[in-house]
């Protein structure tokens, strides 16, 4: 199991590979669904140190972005359907790089 390594100011995505060797996998990335949560949840971390398991609807909604490229229109939402939709973001834009670069990936840290 890997660790993403996101820079912010460039919006890059590496890893450290078994030799410590830094694998830049930004193009293999959901990078517009980043970019779209970015937006969507500024003042929040979208990829925070814990996620819990949202329900079902969260992960379709995501899924549905990834799949379509839609986007939200801004609307005032709760800070629990805002934490349920960054948890199931998380672990849908992990799953996707996971399968992607071949590596598991569990989470992401800035750098």
């Known amino acids: 199991m890997s660790t993403v390594y ?10 450290f590979d078994e030799n410590e060797n830094m694998i830049d996998i ?11 949560f970015k937006t969507m949840f500024p003042t929040k971390n979208v990829f925070p140190e814990r996620i819990h398991q949202a329900e079902d609807i969260y992960y379709i909604l995501i899924e549905k972005l990834l799949t379509s490229g839609s986007r939200f ?6 800070n629990d359907v805002a934490d349920n939709l960054i948890s199931a973001f998380n672990k849908i834009f992990l799953r996707e790089i996971s399968t992607t670069v071949g590596v598991e990936f569990t989470n992401v840290s800035y750098i």
């Open 6 to 15: 996101l820079n912010e100011v460039v919006n890059k995505f590496c890893y």
């Open 26 to 36: 930004t193009e293999k990335c959901p990078v517009k669904l980043y970019i779209l």
């Open 73 to 78: 229109e801004p609307y005032p939402i709760s």
